[in-house]
C-alpha cells in the first residue's frame, strides 16, 4: 500500500499557494485604499462643477469637449476638459449635469434698451423717424421714471436670464436704479448713461443730462463687480458736435465706455450730410470720439473708407438685424466688415423696435440674412455668428478679459441648452444646431458669475409671477393713461 502523507510536499505547495493568494489580496485591498486616500488628497475642492455632452468653449484652440465639464471657484472657471477627468480631480458641494445638454458661454447682448420691455408691441410698423420722435420720445418723456425702470428691468432680466443672456449693454434712463435691479437679478452689464440734447425724462436737456451721465460714470461703484458704467450719447443727430465733444473728453478722463447709435438709418445720413457736410462716423471720428473705446450700435451704412476707420480705431460694431428689419433701417454690411478685421458683436436693440431680447433670434437672422441679400450662401457660418453672440461680442464691448468663452481664469458665466427636443434630433454638428435649429426656451441653465441664476428652467433670483404682475399692473395705468389722453 502506497503511504500518502498529509503533511507531503503537495500540501506545503497547497499551502503556500493560499498564503500567497491572500497577501495579494490584503495589497491589493491597502493598494486600493491608499490610491482613494490619495485621490481625497489630491481631489481640490470647488464651488460648482457644470457638465455637458458638449461644452462648447468659444476657444479656438479647443473649440467642442464631448462629455466635457467646467469647474468654478469664486465665480471663476478654474479647469475645463472632459467630465471624468474633472470629476477625478475636483469635488464640488454642487454638480449641474449635462447629459442631453450643451453647455457654452453665456450670450452677449451688445445693444438694448431694457427697461422698453414695457413698450413691446405698443408702436409697430413704422418709419424709423415716425416711430422714434412721434411714438417713443413722446411715451418715454410721459412714462418712464425710477418706477417704470425698476419694474421693466427686472421683466427684462426675467426674459434674458430665462434665454441665456448674461452680460448686456443697456443705455436707458435712471442708470442708478438699472444698476440695482442688476445687482439684484445676478447678470451682467455695462449701463450707459444717457444724454441728449432736449428734454428727457428727468432732464430738462443736455446740460443737466450729461451732468448727471458724468457724475454717474464717477461715483458708481458696483458692489459685485458685475456692472460697469459708461456713457450713452443718444447719436450724432440728437447730440451737437460741441456735446459729443464733451462726453469725448469725460469719457476719456473717466477711463469709461461709450455706446452710442452711429449710421442707423438713411434719414440720420441726410441729417448729417445736411447739417455737417459730413457721414456719422467720419463726424464722429473727426469730433476725436474714437480715442475713447466706443460701442457703435448698428452701423448700418458705413462708407468703404468708414469701415477702415471702425477696424483700424477698434469699434465695437453692435449688428442688430431684428430691428434694422422692423425700422427698415436698411442691411448691415457685415460681411465686410468681418473681412476688414472689425470688432462684431450682436444686439436685441429695445423691445419697441423688436419686440424681444431673445438672442437666439438675432444669431438666426445674423447667419441668414447676409446669406439671402449677398446670394451667397457662404458668408456668415455658424461658428462666424456664434462667435459674435458669444467671445466676439465680449470683445467689441471690451468684457473679454472676463467673459465670452470658456477658459481657465475667466468669469464663469454659463449656460445650459437642451438637446433632447425633436427640433435638435439626429445630432451631427452641436454648433450648426446652436446657429441654426435652437429655440430660445431651450435654455434650461444660466449661471453668472459662477451663481446659478436659473436651474432647469426656475429662476433662483426673481419671483417670476411678482414680475409679471408688476409689469402687468404697470401696463395697465400705461393704457388708462393713454385713453385718457386720447379721449
Ligand atoms: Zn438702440
Known amino acids: 500500500m502506497k503511504m500518502t502523507y498529509k503533511f507531503g510536499p503537495a500540501y506545503y505547495a497547497k499551502l503556500y499557494y493560499v498564503k500567497m493568494l491572500f497577501l495579494g489580496i490584503v495589497m491589493s485591498i491597502f493598494t486600493q485604499m491608499s490610491t482613494a486616500q490619495a485621490n481625497a488628497e489630491i481631489q481640490k475642492n470647488v464651488d460648482l462643477i457644470v457638465q455637458g455632452r458638449y461644452v462648447v468653449t468659444m476657444d479656438a484652440e479647443n473649440p467642442v469637449i464631448e462629455n466635457g465639464a467646467v469647474a468654478v471657484k469664486d465665480g471663476v472657471i478654474v479647469a475645463v476638459g472632459r467630465a471624468d477627468d474633472i470629476t477625478a480631480q475636483y469635488t464640488a458641494p454642487k454638480t449641474v449635469t449635462g447629459k442631453d445638454r450643451v453647455l457654452l458661454p453665456g450670450l452677449v447682448n451688445g445693444h438694448t434698451h431694457t427697461a422698453?420691455?414695457?413698450f413691446r408691441g405698443m408702436a409697430d410698423d413704422l418709419a424709423f423717424m415716425t416711430w422714434l420722435k412721434e411714438y417713443i420720445f413722446p411715451m418715454e418723456g410721459q412714462f418712464v421714471d425710477p418706477e417704470f425702470i425698476e419694474v421693466g428691468m427686472n421683466l427684462a432680466c426675467l426674459e434674458m436670464i430665462r434665454g441665456g443672456t448674461t452680460s448686456f449693454v443697456d443705455m436707458y434712463f435712471y442708470p442708478e436704479k438699472g444698476a440695482e435691479v442688476i445687482e439684484s437679478c445676478g447678470l451682467r452689464a455695462i449701463m450707459a448713461a444717457p444724454a441728449i440734447d432736449f428734454p428727457s425724462p428727468g432732464f430738462k436737456g443736455w446740460d443737466?443730462?450729461?451732468g448727471a451721465a458724468v457724475s454717474f460714470v464717477k461715483n458708481y461703484k458696483s458692489k459685485s463687480g458685475r456692472v460697469i458704467a459708461g456713457f450713452g450719447?443718444?447719436?450724432?443727430?440728437?447730440v451737437s458736435p460741441e456735446h459729443l465733444g464733451q462726453v469725448s473728453d469725460a469719457a476719456l478722463a473717466l477711463n469709461a465706455p461709450i455706446s452710442i447709435h452711429l449710421a442707423e438709418d438713411r434719414a440720420e445720413l441726410s441729417l448729417i450730410k445736411e447739417r455737417y457736410d459730413s457721414t456719422p462716423i467720419a463726424h464722429v471720428d473727426d469730433l476725436g470720439l474714437f480715442r475713447n473705446k466706443v460701442i457703435a450700435a448698428h452701423v448700418v451704412h458705413p462708407t468703404a473708407a468708414e469701415i477702415k476707420i471702425l477696424a483700424r480705431q477698434k469699434i465695437g460694431v453692435i449688428h442688430n438685424p431684428?430691428?434694422?428689419m422692423k425700422t427698415a433701417a436698411g442691411v448691415s454690411p457685415v460681411p465686410e466688415m468681418l473681412k476688414q478685421g472689425v470688432r462684431m458683436g450682436l444686439g436685441t436693440d429695445g423691445a419697441a423696435s423688436n419686440n424681444d431680447l431673445n438672442m437666439w433670434e438675432e444669431i438666426r437672422l445674423a447667419a441668414l440674412l447676409h446669406k439671402g441679400i449677398n446670394y451667397d450662401p457662404t458668408v456668415m457660418s455658424a461658428p462666424t455668428v456664434l462667435r459674435m453672440a458669444t467671445i466676439g461680442g465680449a470683445e467689441a464691448v471690451g468684457l473679454d478679459h472676463l467673459v465670452g468663452d470658456i477658459v481657465v481664469g475667466k468669469r464663469a458665466d454659463l449656460i445650459q441648452m437642451d438637446?433632447?427636443?425633436?427640433?435638435?434630433?439626429?445630432?451631427?454638428?452641436?454648433?450648426?444646431?446652436?446657429?441654426y435649429a435652437v429655440s430660445g426656451s431651450d435654455v434650461v441653465t444660466t449661471i453668472v458669475d459662477g451663481t446659478i441664476l436659473m436651474e432647469d428652467g426656475k429662476f433662483?433670483?426673481?419671483?417670476?409671477?411678482?414680475v409679471r404682475a408688476d409689469a402687468n399692473a404697470l401696463a395697465s395705468r400705461i393704457s388708462q393713461a393713454l385713453k385718457e389722453a386720447n379721449k
Open 208 to 210: 443737466d443730462s450729461h
Open 233 to 238: 450719447p443718444h447719436s450724432p443727430y440728437t
Open 460 to 466: 433662483l433670483t426673481l419671483d417670476a409671477e411678482k
Open 116 to 118: 422698453m420691455v414695457m
Open 419 to 435: 438637446l433632447s427636443g425633436p427640433h435638435m434630433t439626429p445630432l451631427y454638428d452641436v454648433i450648426s444646431h446652436l446657429v
Open 322 to 324: 431684428t430691428s434694422n
